[in-house]
């Protein structure tokens, strides 16, 4: 038996997995690497479908009047949610402050330029063809 992190693995799976590395270190290769990730791969999606999600205990840290008063903030039309730029906190604004901020910082032309179009997708096809050259 062999685990990591919390999964375990039969000695059979183990050296079904790591069949292909040989004894003296061999360096994977393109040839050799996709076989071990796509064993490793089928032995993880074993494990998955191996688990019952009736078996699994859920703790919440939250009371369910906690929780309550959460979801009605959350569908307040009043009111919006932010993560901070910084420190992991929660910025609540209301709407109308939150508008007139994005509009205040859209409308500054001191840090930001409008762009004639959206530059999306040609970034994402400069993105994928880098990847695609370096394999």
């Not at 038996?1 to 000695?11: D, K």
């Not at 590395?21 to 479908?49: M, W």
């Not at 703790?59 to 309550?68: A, L, S, V, Y």
């Not at 919006?80 to 508008?99: C, M």
């Amino acid at each position: 038996m062999a685990e990591i992190t919390g999964l375990t693995f039969s000695a059979e799976e183990v050296v079904r997995i790591f069949a292909s590395v040989s004894p003296f270190g061999e360096t994977p290769t393109s040839k050799n690497v996709g076989a071990r990730i796509l064993a490793f791969e089928q032995a993880v999606l074993k494990d998955i479908s191996e688990v019952n999600p009736d078996t699994l205990k859920v703790f919440h840290n939250t009371t369910g009047d906690e929780k309550k008063v959460l979801q009605e903030i959350a569908n307040n039309n009043n009111i919006v949610l932010k993560p901070a730029d910084k420190g992991g906190a929660i910025v609540i604004q209301t709407t109308e402050n939150y508008q007139k901020e994005r509009l205040r910082l859209l409308g500054d032309t001191r840090n930001y330029e409008k762009l004639k179009e959206d530059p999306t997708e040609l970034l994402k096809t400069r993105i994928t063809s880098i990847w695609w050259s370096q394999r």
